[in-house]
Structures are given as structure tokens and as C-alpha cells.
């Protein structure tokens, strides 16, 4: 089985609170991945970045004060286009998923996970990281062409972390 995980790609990573030129700049790449590896087979799992109410009250809250992704808000959700039913939804409350993590290392039969989405330097990185740290025999892909980070440079340090840590970076 090959996985495809899309990263964070929510409303408010896009056009919301936390959007960014670089993240409405791959949506066409990142639809086009998504048909293109629906069309080969993957299994769909996606990344919601999920807060509360209590967000500002959080640590990360405290490190990054601006209210974004939170739970049945139109920020949380995911764009229309960008949506694939039969997909899987992981809503994890930090950088990386545990749970995502772990219910993948229970599959026996993963030939490969690729990752796109947002943001490159925070949660990208950080669950390539976990799935790599988990399951240090399956190979893991991200397309850098299909991911923006916070800027161009922390984009481009994440990419260059990730292929020090034996994850595959294609499509730079």
C-alpha cells in the first residue's frame, strides 16, 4: 500500500488567518497530486490542524497568538476542491500526529508515505520526522513542490533537514 498525507491544507493556512501567498501558490499542485495519486491507488489519509476555543491559552498559543484552525470554524475546514471523499481525516492538536504515526506503523504492507501540504518548516517536517523516527524502513517522499512553509528560506531549511534525516525530498 502507498500512502499520500496532505498537511494542514485548511482554509485558514490558505486564505484565512495564517494564509500565505506561498500556500495559495501550490492548491493547483497539490489537486493535481491528489487526483494523480488517487488515480495510482494511494490511500488518502489528511492532516487537520484542530484547536479550541482555549487556543491563546496554549503554549503554542503563547508562541504564536493568533487564533487559527479552530474546531467548526470555516478556518478548520478543508476547501472543497481540495477534498476527496473516501479520503481518511487525522485532527491533531500539534505539530505532528502521534496517532497518525502509530496507526500506520500497524499496517503491515506500506511501501512508501509521500507528504504536501503546509507548512513545510513546521508540521510537514515534523510528521515526516515522526513517521521516519516510527517506521525507519519505509521510504518517505515530500514533494516540495506541493508544500510552502512560513518563508521561502524556512521552507527550503526544512527540506534540506529532512533529506539529512533520510527523507526523500522530490520535486524541489
Known amino acids: 500500500m502507498k500512502i499520500l498525507i496532505v498537511v494542514d491544507m485548511q482554509h485558514d493556512f490558505i486564505d484565512g488567518a495564517l494564509g500565505s501567498p506561498e500556500a495559495r ?30 487556543y491563546l491559552e496554549t503554549q503554542e498559543g503563547r508562541h504564536l497568538p493568533v487564533a487559527h484552525c479552530i474546531k467548526d470554524t470555516p478556518g478548520w475546514n478543508i476547501p472543497e476542491k481540495l477534498w476527496r471523499e473516501g479520503a481518511v481525516v487525522i485532527e491533531k492538536n500539534g505539530f505532528g500526529s502521534w496517532e497518525l504515526a502509530e496507526s500506520l506503523a500497524k499496517e503491515k504492507d ?8 503546509v507548512c513545510t518548516d513546521i508540521c510537514v517536517i515534523s510528521n515526516a520526522l515522526l513517521l521516519k523516527a516510527r517506521m525507519p524502513e519505509v521510504p518517505v517522499y515530500v514533494d516540495a513542490s506541493c508544500c510552502a512553509g512560513v518563508t521561502k528560506e524556512s521552507h527550503h531549511n526544512a527540506l534540506n533537514a529532512m533529506k539529512q534525516c533520510q527523507i526523500n525530498v522530490i520535486n524541489e
Open 25 to 54: 501558490s501550490i492548491v493547483d499542485a497539490v489537486i493535481y497530486k491528489i487526483d494523480k495519486r488517487i488515480s495510482e491507488g494511494y490511500k488518502v489519509i489528511y492532516t487537520k490542524d484542530t484547536h479550541y476555543t482555549d
Open 110 to 117: 506500506i511501501e512508501s508515505i509521500e507528504l504536501i501540504g
